[in-house]
């Protein structure tokens, strides 16, 4: 039900006490009381929430999903993900007869790609997934440092499985993208959720609704940054032969100034420092002339055609972490613009 705004005017009771009364439809949507309580809540820009205490159930918190035989793996994955992110509690999965690798597939999804959720029944037709995380567990802050971390070190390994020909590293670095999945989807589930009420918003720790799109924006590149270091572990396990130790030193110095930028944008963003993300996104600006001095002189060198080809991709992935860096100071200055906002509205003062 689409609730319309009203006008109301403000009255004058007792003498001193200014009252409005409250829509009689809305009061009817959320079951209010007489002598039932509710949450006056000031918000940055001055406005009033207004939330009844016993709290609201506005979206339904468990859904049926029905798997058939003619579904795709990736059709499947897509449709849980889905549901999980946009805040289902409980996900039930309905399998029709002969589904049993999709069975075997959708289990795989819930333990590679879905924190905090487990598997909490299961029958020859049925099987269903709870998540159990609360968002005060996990403020959004320290998944998005988390995902920060592991991508990092993925970046670091598969630099190191390159220059080193180390290919179990190789293989190990593909397989941890899997960790910074898990993170991402948490925090855009709990991004969602915070965009629909204050009280969530709350509880992952942020202060402001227009933080919400900045940390979807930071945690999505932080991801794309952990799948271009699975990209160059990739390259790295295609490469057959030795890389020329002078082209793998200025590959590494390559690499090394791209990962200093990435590591100071999550900094700036931590810290919200504009002086820091504005450093960065100068930094960034170096990139493309270091990138066309390296393909010179991987060109002038005899190597062969696969090695060529796949250390573009390792110089393009290389690029592409300083891009999305990029990307992640610019929100750190914007969210540094909004908080100055809010400090200078009156209510702040």
Request: hydrophobic share 45%.
């Amino acid at each position: 039900m689409k609730l319309a705004p009203e006008v109301r005017k403000v009255q004058l009771t007792g003498g001193a006490t200014l009252i409005v009364s409250l829509p009689k439809d809305w009061v009817r949507v959320v079951n209010l009381k007489p002598g039932e309580e509710v949450l006056i809540i000031p918000q940055p820009d001055l406005s009033l929430l207004l939330v009844p205490k016993k709290g609201m159930k506005i979206f339904p918190s468990e859904i049926v999903l029905d798997v058939t035989k003619e579904q795709s793996i990736e059709r499947i994955t897509r449709m849980i993900l889905a549901h999980f992110v946009a805040g289902y509690d409980i996900i039930k999965v309905r399998f029709s007869p002969n589904t049993i690798s999709l069975r075997k597939a959708v289990k795989e999804i819930v333990r590679r790609k879905m924190v905090g959720a487990e598997i909490i029944s299961e029958s020859s037709d049925e099987l269903t997934i709870q998540c159990l995380v609360s968002y005060k567990e996990v403020p959004i802050s320290k998944l998005v440092e988390r995902m920060a971390i592991i991508a990092d070190a993925m970046y670091f390994d598969a630099l190191k499985s390159l220059i080193e020909n180390k290919k179990d590293l190789a293989r190990d670095v593909i397989e941890r993208d899997d960790e910074v999945d898990r993170f991402y989807w948490l925090a855009v589930r709990q991004l969602k959720k915070a965009v629909l009420g204050k009280e969530a918003l709350t509880e992952i720790g942020l202060k402001d609704p227009r933080q919400c799109l900045g940390y979807r924006i930071v945690a999505k590149s932080i991801e794309r940054i952990a799948d271009h270091a699975s990209k160059i572990a990739s390259a790295a396990l295609k490469i057959g032969e030795k890389i020329p130790s002078e082209l793998a030193k200025s590959i590494l110095e390559y690499a090394e100034y791209a990962r200093s930028i990435f590591n100071d944008a999550v900094k700036a963003f931590q810290k919200v420092s504009g002086d820091l993300a504005q450093s960065v996104m100068d930094r960034v600006l170096q990139i493309p002339s270091k990138e066309e001095e390296l393909l010179i002189k991987i060109v002038g060198l005899n190597l062969s055609p696969i090695t060529v080809a796949e250390l573009r991709i390792v110089l393009d992935s290389i690029r592409r972490v300083a891009e999305y860096s990029a990307d992640i100071s610019e929100i750190t200055i914007h969210l540094g613009v909004e908080e100055k906002q809010v400090a200078s509205l009156p209510l702040q003062q």
